[in-house]
């Protein structure tokens, strides 16, 4: 294990899995400290409030905001706001725990700003079909904002340089391994 904590940032395209991908290591990698998002939107089917994301209204998100108690946030695909509360971040690297933060890509770019020492890892699909037929598959969005994300995930692919890493995320198991190893910890036996 490191010596020292250490703040990771793992981003990528929408559908890529970044959830599915974090979820393993909250489940696999206690060790983990995966911070979890406010946001603005409804919660999906299953997800709980303060687990899966901090679920507020918009003027609380924007109190937080305007208070600097966001390490970053951002409005994704046009509609929702998502970001992340400082003080969880800086608490958890303060007890000594290596902190991963599952963000979009605006948010990593702000993360950068004020934290470059940090790791940026960008999760990439094993191709462009497999994105589509995940982001299809998993039946949250309209087609409408279907082809919306989609649009966004063009220009999220080509930001893949602005990372340290790319890590693709054809299994679960073994990209979570991979990043976990990235973020200086070592990946469990299988």
């Known amino acids: 294990m490191s010596d020292k904590p250490r703040l990771t940032v793992l981003a990528g395209p929408t559908a890529v899995g970044k959830g599915t991908v974090s979820t393993y290591i909250r489940d696999n990698y206690p060790e983990v ?13 299953g997800e709980q409030d303060g687990v899966h994301y901090f679920f507020v209204g918009a003027e609380e998100f ?4 305007a208070t600097g108690d966001m390490l970053e946030w951002a409005v994704v695909h046009g509609r929702n706001r998502y970001g992340t509360l400082r003080r969880t971040v800086e608490r958890a690297m303060a007890d ?11 948010g990593a770019r702000q993360v950068k700003e004020s934290m470059p020492e940090a790791t940026f ?10 994105m589509v037929r ?18 966004t995930a063009k220009l999220e692919l080509a930001a893949e340089p602005e990372f340290d890493f790319t890590v693709v995320n054809d299994d679960v198991q073994r990209a979570a391994d991979e990043l976990v190893s990235l973020m200086g910890l070592l ?3 299988r």
């Not at 400290?33 to 089917?45: D, H, Y």
């Not at 039946?139 to 279907?146: H, N, P, S, Y």
Request: no cysteine; charged share 30%; aromatic share 6%.
């Open 33 to 45: 400290w995966l911070s979890v998002s406010a946001t603005t939107r409804e919660p999906r089917p």
């Open 62 to 65: 924007d109190r937080l905001v």
């Open 121 to 130: 890892v960008f999760l990439a699909p094993p191709s462009w079909d497999e």
């Open 134 to 151: 995940r982001l299809v598959g998993r039946g949250t969005e309209t087609a409408e904002e279907q082809q919306q994300r989609l649009e």
């Open 187 to 189: 990946p469990h036996p």
């Open 96 to 106: 000594g725990k290596s902190v991963l933060l599952e963000i979009d890509l605006q």
